[in-house]
Nanobody
Framework: VQLVESGGGLVQPGDSLRLSCATSGFTFSTHDLDWFRQAPGKEHEWVAT???????QYSDSVKGRFTVSRDNAENTMYLQMNSLKPEDTAVYFCGLDWGSRGQGTQVTVSS
């Protein structure tokens, strides 16, 4: 199982970013997939889950601002992040679960 996150960066409050999670080594179309994040000095936090049938769930902290999607033909998952806040600053990870996460991509929201 391999997962590679990309798309992070430094943005200002209110800006948007789109993260990608490229995967290989498993049957992408049959698995729930998760986004997590971990801020400096804090425990990791679940952000969102998308099912094979595109049913999405979100943590209360991102609901209404973030949208998770998947492309089963490309074995890739996305996280569209809008109206970013400084408290969204973290390393973002994708995975089948926390234990299978990739290396992460840094998102920094700062003015």
């Amino acid at each position: 199982v391999q997962l590679v996150e990309s798309g992070g960066g430094l943005v200002q409050p209110g800006d948007s970013l789109r993260l990608s999670c490229a995967t290989s080594g498993f049957t992408f179309s049959t698995h729930d997939l998760d986004w997590f994040r971990q801020a400096p000095g804090k425990e990791h936090e679940w952000v969102a889950t998308i099912s094979p049938g595109d049913f999405a769930q979100y943590s209360d902290s991102v609901k209404g601002r973030f949208t998770v999607s998947r492309d089963n033909a490309e074995n890739t998952m996305y996280l569209q992040m809008n109206s970013l806040k400084p408290e969204d600053t973290a390393v973002y990870f994708c995975g089948l679960d926390w234990g299978s996460r990739g290396q992460g991509t840094q998102v920094t929201v700062s003015s």
